[in-house]
C-alpha cells in the first residue's frame, strides 16, 4: 500500500509522513493488517486524506509486484530460512493446527510466495480494503467529535464492500494425539526443548479464564523468580534459562507455550522429564500467594506506564478490536487480572496442560556423521 494512488506518486506518503515530522510503518499478524502514522495533532486531518486515499484508490502493475514479491521473499530469507529457530517455531505451529489458518506462517510458505501475482493482490485488495473491514484507532491530543467529524469525512464516501461476511475461519477438529518432533539444523548452537498447547483466547465480555492463563504464564516463566526458573535453574541446575508465554489476544483458540534451554551436559530428554515434574509439582502445591501478589502489582504498575505512550495505548486497543474485544472489555482487563485468584491459575493450569492438544519439540544440531 506504499506503493501510490492517482493522488500519490510511490513512495510519497512515507515521504509526506517525514516532511510533516512524523514516522509511519506497517505490519501484519495473524489476525489483522495495520498501518501507523505519529505525527502532531494537527496532522490528523492530512494523515486521514491519505489513508482514505489509499484505502480506495491504490495503483499497482506487475512490475510493482515483481518487485514486492521478491522484497517479501527477501524478508522470509533474512527472518526465517536464515534462523533455525524461526523454522522450528514455524514447524511447530503447523503441528499444532490441524485445521486452522493459524497454522500457515504469517508471511506466507515461500512456495506459495514465489506464484503471486497481480491478480491475488488486487482481488486482495478490493475484497477486504473497504472502511467496513476496517478500525480506526487514534490516540494522543485529540477531541473525539472532531475525529469523528474527519473519519466521516474521509472514509463515508467509500462504498463498503456488501459481500463480506463474518469473520469465520476453519475451526481444529477435536485434538486426540500428542504430537511430537525433533528439529535438526547443522547451524543450531544452543539446543532447547519446548511445548506448545492450544489454548482459549480472550473471550468479548468473558475474560476470566484468559487472566488465569496470562498470570499462569508469569507463575511459571515470568523472571528469576519464576517457577520453572527457581527450580531447574537454581535448584536442579538443570537449565540455563527457562520461559513461559500466553498469547491471549487472538480471534481464534491461540498458544500457552514452555521452553527450557537445558543446562551444558543436560539431555533435552532430561530437561523435558524436569519440566514435567516441576509443573506436576506446582499443580499438587498450588500458587505462592506473595509471588500472586508480586505478579499482579508488577503488572499493574507496567498497565499504568503504558498510559504515557500513545503508540502502545493504540496497538492495545487495536489488537483487541481486531481480535474481537470490545472496548469495554479493554477497560476491564485490568480489573480482571487483579481478581484472579491462586485457585484460578491452578484450575487454567489443570485445563490448559492437556497432552492430546500439544506439540513438544526439540530443537538440535545436525547429527554427526560417523565413518
Known amino acids: 500500500l506504499f506503493k501510490g494512488t492517482e493522488k500519490l506518486a510511490p513512495g510519497e506518503f512515507s515521504k509526506v509522513v517525514a516532511a510533516n515530522g512524523g514516522s509511519d510503518n506497517a505490519f501484519t499478524s495473524a489476525d489483522q493488517t495495520a498501518y501507523h502514522q505519529r505525527v502532531a495533532a494537527d496532522r490528523l486531518e492530512m494523515m486521514m486524506s491519505m489513508e482514505s486515499d489509499r484505502m480506495a484508490n491504490l ?93 466521516k469525512e474521509y472514509y463515508e464516501p467509500i462504498a463498503p464492500n456488501d459481500e463480506l461476511g463474518e469473520r469465520v475461519r476453519p475451526s481444529e477438529p477435536r485434538q486426540l494425539a500428542e504430537r511430537r518432533m525433533t528439529f535438526r539444523d547443522p547451524r543450531v548452537s544452543t539446543p532447547y526443548v519446548t511445548r506448545t498447547y492450544l489454548a482459549p483466547e480472550r473471550d468479548p465480555g468473558d475474560q476470566k479464564k484468559a487472566a488465569a492463563l496470562e498470570i499462569l504464564s508469569q507463575v511459571l516463566g515470568g523472571g528469576q523468580t519464576s517457577v520453572l526458573n527457581q527450580r531447574l535453574q537454581f535448584d536442579l541446575k538443570k537449565a540455563v534459562y527457562t520461559s513461559a508465554y500466553y498469547s ?49 502489582f508488577r503488572m499493574k504498575a507496567s498497565q499504568i506506564y503504558e498510559q504515557d505512550d500513545v503508540s502502545r495505548l493504540a496497538r492495545r486497543y487495536g489488537d483487541a478490536l481486531t481480535s474481537g474485544l470490545t472496548v469495554e472489555d479493554v477497560q476491564a482487563w485490568p480489573d480482571v487480572l487483579q481478581a484472579v ?27 554427526e556423521v560417523t565413518q
Not at 551436559?265 to 508480586?294: P, W, Y
Not at 485468584?341 to 547429527?367: H, I, N, Q, R, W
Request: negative net charge; aromatic residues 8%.
Open 59 to 151: 495503483q499497482l502493475s506487475e512490475q510493482d509486484i515483481l518487485t514486492e514479491r521478491e522484497v517479501i521473499i527477501e524478508e522470509r530469507n533474512m527472518r526465517v530460512e536464515n534462523d533455525p529457530g524461526a523454522l522450528f517455531r514455524e514447524q511447530s505451529q503447523a503441528a499444532l493446527y490441524l485445521n486452522h489458518p493459524y497454522g500457515t506462517p504469517t508471511i506466507g510458505w515461500r512456495h506459495e510466495m514465489e506464484s503471486l501475482d497481480l491478480d491475488d493482490a488486487l482481488t486482495f485488495y478490493h475484497k477486504y480494503y473497504a472502511p467496513n473491514n476496517a478500525i480506526l484507532i487514534v490516540a494522543g491530543d485529540v477531541q473525539p467529535d472532531e475525529v469523528l467529524r474527519l473519519a
Open 248 to 296: 491471549g489476544v487472538s480471534l481464534d483458540d491461540t498458544t500457552f507455550g514452555l521452553v527450557v534451554v537445558p543446562a551444558p551436559g543436560v539431555s533435552l530428554e532430561d530437561a523435558e522429564k524436569e519440566m514435567d515434574a516441576t509443573i506436576q509439582a506446582f499443580i499438587e502445591n498450588g500458587v505462592d500467594e506473595k509471588q500472586l501478589d508480586r505478579i499482579k
Open 341 to 367: 485468584t491462586g485457585e484460578d491459575v491452578v484450575a487454567a493450569a489443570k485445563e490448559v496442560f492437556d497432552p492430546k492438544k500439544s506439540v513438544t519439540g526439540y530443537l538440535m544440531p545436525a547429527e
